[in-house]
Antibody, heavy 118, light 109 residues
Framework: QVQLQESGPGLVKPSQTLSLTCTVSGDSIISGSFYWSWIRQPAGKGLEWLGRFYSSGYTNYNPSLMSRVTISSDTSKNQFSLRLNYVTAADSAVYYCARGALEMATVWGRGTQVTVSS | NFMLTQPHSVSESPGKTVIISCTRS????????VQWYQQRPGSAPTTVIY?????PSGVPDRFSGSIDSSSNSASLTISGLKTEDEADYYC????????FGGGTKLTVL
């Protein structure tokens, strides 16, 4: 059974870079069967898709964040990562990684809280 | 680009049936699959419906999904409501990336 686990700093200073890693167990991120996404949720608000990675190296991003977001992978560790540049308080949220087919995200990690504050 | 609009909240009594709608703002609702996610307080979302009307294993058949092209909307129906169904529910579709509705808070009282 696939499991995803987010990790990274819980506190990031404004204007700095948020970096998170998703460690996957029970499946290979290069199996070619699924897409691997990052999704976030500010406190008390809804879900926002940030972008995703596919085994071929393909990535695509939410147009509203594309200039600040990078998703990459470390296949030797079966991990994929999120980098979000120039963060502000509006980027404070619970960040989730998820696995899914082309049009969905069917298995989610438990999420990790990131707060942007000086 | 399109948006998915959900009611902010719904409430119903235990044992009853509730329907949560999700309306697509432009383009046909049938163009892309619709998924539904349940999120209990303090927990990550879990999938209750995928590809419009399919239930993952372990999701009770009290949960069902449907598509109505005449209203350009999708619906999540939960029958035989239980207090454990109280949660936020999000619809999601696809537009080159994942698009989420704003979420509906279901209260079972």
């Amino acid at each position: 059974q696939v499991q995803l686990q987010e990790s990274g700093p819980g506190l990031v200073k404004p204007s700095q870079t948020l970096s998170l890693t998703c460690t996957v167990s029970g499946d290979s991120i290069i199996s070619g069967s699924f897409y691997w996404s990052w999704i976030r949720q500010p406190a008390g608000k809804g879900l926002e898709w940030l972008g995703r990675f596919y085994s071929s190296g393909y990535t695509n991003y939410n147009p509203s964040l594309m200039s600040r977001v990078t998703i990459s992978s470390d296949t030797s560790k079966n991990q994929f990562s999120l980098r979000l540049n120039y963060v502000t308080a509006a980027d404070s949220a619970v960040y989730y990684c998820a696995r899914g087919a082309l049009e969905m995200a069917t298995v989610w990690g438990r999420g990790t809280q990131v707060t942007v504050s000086s | 680009n399109f948006m998915l609009t959900q009611p902010h909240s719904v409430s119903e009594s235990p044992g009853k049936t509730v329907i949560i709608s999700c309306t697509r703002s432009s383009g046909s609702i049938t163009s892309n699959y619709v998924q539904w996610y349940q999120q209990r307080p303090g927990s990550a979302p879990t999938t209750v419906i995928y590809e419009d009307n399919h239930r993952p294993s372990g999701v009770p058949d009290r949960f069902s999904g449907s598509i109505d092209s005449s209203s350009n909307s999708a619906s999540l129906t939960i029958s035989g409501l239980k207090t454990e169904d109280e949660a936020d529910y999000y619809c999601q579709s696809y537009d080159g990336g994942l698009v989420f509705g704003g979420g509906t808070k279901l209260t079972v009282l």
